[in-house]
């Protein structure tokens, strides 16, 4: 049980990294460039996890990164980049949080991982405390974005998913590295034939950069995906409701936000729903075969990325 929590922990550093992407995208990066800012995304963090593994792709290899370049990271990254800019946060959130339940529902056939009623209750739970904390009915929502940001969770649960049936043994932060810079390449083309010369980039638009493509990709998506491969893929989609969490509790402890008594109802709701999605105690997490990940890859990671940058202030979630 103890290891269980230990894996509980290192996969919930990427929902509370994706909380802080939303404000820095929104704040910080080039509105009408979504094709190169998820270009810059992915690029960056890609050769930094290569530099720590330095290995290439063999066999299958060569076009299982194609392909999880292509769902999770060219589309994946450009969806939640422009749902960014067309959807206020709460609603984008709150779409976002939809997620649990439709990784549960699609790891049954792909994973044959039927979803469990504790994980079932949970989703629904932790939504509807997603939902009582960010929907007031004070914004408008978008259609586009709302489009963005519903297909952005169909693609990156199917997309994770499928990272996790084709683990082999094959090292983790190899494989994370290859379809980052795989997605990234696949970008760069489409970039360069709508969007023109790459925009004009500021001090501030820099230090964004380094933070979303260090902290929010190659770090977060290391800790992810090292959860996908210890626990089930309805405990991993639960812990994804920290996310909208880590938003509000930023936007209250940074920008000065005041914590209504709904929001702290709905935050009640949302960590009930993630400690029922919690690993079994008798239950044995699913591995792949004869595959012990590196335990110290997660923190190779956050080594780089603390000695590269300072992180800036967030309060917003959205991966």
Known sequence: MEANLRWVALTAVAPVAWGANYYVTRSYLPADSPLYGAALRALPAGLVLLALRRQRPRGAWWWRSAVLGLVNVSVFFTLVYAASQLLPASVASTVMAASPLTMMFLAWPLLAERPRGAHLTGAVIGLGGVCLMLLTGAVAASVPGVLASATAVLVSSFGHLLTKRWSDGTDLIATTSWQLVAGGLFLLPFAAVTEGAPPALSPSALLAFAFVSLVATALAFTAWFTGLRHLPAGTVGLIGLLNPVTGVLCGVLIAGEELTGRQLCGLALVLTGV???????????????????????????????????????SQRPVR
């Open 275 to 313: 400690i029922l999605g919690r690993p079994a105690r008798a239950a044995r997490t699913r591995r792949s075969p004869s595959v012990t990940p590196d335990p110290t890859a997660v923190s190779q990671v956050s080594s780089s990325a603390s000695r590269s940058i300072s992180s800036p202030s």
